[in-house]
């Protein structure tokens, strides 16, 4: 059964996440000082609180569960996230092909490996999926496979070290051993986080008071980001960090306020639910929209820096969830989101 309250959640967070890189080169192009700039850092700050909510999102639907299926999580998401990671990175590459970008087939393959700059998140949650089991028998009292266990050490502790140890230094083989990291694992805190506040019950208070906490932690944190951009002389997210305390607050703020929203009576449950469904995609496919508007001239200008920035923010997650949307109708390409 579909939890409207958390698809709501998680449109919410992927709008967030959209604000973070159509504002991300008006931010450096400002000068400190002025009104401008802490507008556009206030909009940058109150967003960051995005990602981290997808995270948490998956230890409410995943973590809460009696019994969590190993073949189910490995092949519908370790293997998902591994093939769409490839897929996307072929992608990218290729269009930068098309524009000169690489001196030869190892740079190319390179690029495929290496991924674009924002497909990190699917080898992330790649890591975090492959520890689910482990915390999700530790939370739930039962028992894991030792044989699941036995293959994590082997993956991570024999085969990508292995990768590096050849006679020369093999740059590909380095970095597809760091797109599988274990510094992404911090990040299941944030799962276990989100199955934490599910389980607890929320009043009526919390749809006031966790809107009103996000927005003074993020007016605060703004201020101390401005702060230290002008003690740094630049523009310096000082606190955008995704395990800063003010993401993390701003994070539980918002996922309290829409886990209180649970057994409530929604209008266009349908439209919501479309919408939550094409958050991955739309996750998948922003920076080649944000190049497209940018060629018809819809960047952020310095010479009205918030206006602009919202009008092609705007246009961004329009034009990204209305491509999504089509591109799903096809039965085939709709495997690809």
Request: proline content about 5%.
């Amino acid at each position: 059964m579909r939890r409207t309250e958390l698809d709501l959640c998680r449109v919410f967070a992927c709008l967030l996440i959209l604000m973070i890189h159509a504002a991300a080169d008006i931010y450096h192009a400002l000068p400190l000082p002025g009104a401008a700039f802490f507008a556009v850092t206030f909009l940058s700050t109150l967003s960051r609180a995005g990602l981290p909510l997808f995270f948490m999102l998956t230890g409410a639907l995943l973590l809460t569960r009696e019994k969590l299926d190993l073949r189910q999580n490995f092949i519908h998401r370790v293997l998902r996230f591994t093939g769409m990671y490839y897929l996307w990175s072929l992608f990218y590459a290729l269009a930068r092909a098309a524009s000169g970008a690489f001196e030869g087939p190892y740079d190319f393959l390179y690029a495929v490996v290496a991924g674009h700059y924002h497909l990190w998140f699917l080898p992330a949650m790649v890591m975090v999926c492959l520890f689910l089991p482990v915390v999700h028998a530790a939370l739930q009292g039962g028992k894991l496979d030792g044989r699941y266990v036995v293959c994590l050490f082997l993956f991570l502790g024999v085969f990508l070290v292995n990768c590096n140890l050849t006679p020369d230094p093999a740059p590909v083989l380095y970095r597809f051993t760091q797109n599988f990291s274990l510094d992404y694992l911090p990040y299941l805190g944030y799962a276990v986080w989100g199955w934490y506040l599910s389980k607890r019950a929320y009043s009526r208070r919390t749809l006031w008071i966790a809107p009103l906490a996000f927005l003074a932690v993020t007016l605060a944190a703004s201020i101390l980001n401005r702060w230290y951009s002008l003690y740094k002389n630049t523009a310096d997210g000082w606190l955008f960090h995704f395990f800063s305390l003010p993401t993390f607050l701003q994070a539980t703020a918002a996922y309290c306020f829409f886990l209180a929203l649970k057994g409530r009576a929604f209008r266009r449950v349908k439209l919501v639910t479309e919408l939550s469904a094409c958050t991955l995609g739309v996750y998948l496919l922003h920076p080649l929209m944000i190049n497209v508007l940018e060629r018809f001239g819809l960047a952020p200008t310095p010479l009205a820096p918030v206006s602009s920035l919202l009008v092609f923010y705007l246009a961004l997650a329009a034009s990204c969830f209305a491509l999504t949307f089509a591109l799903r109708k096809i039965p085939l390409v709709k495997r690809l989101f």
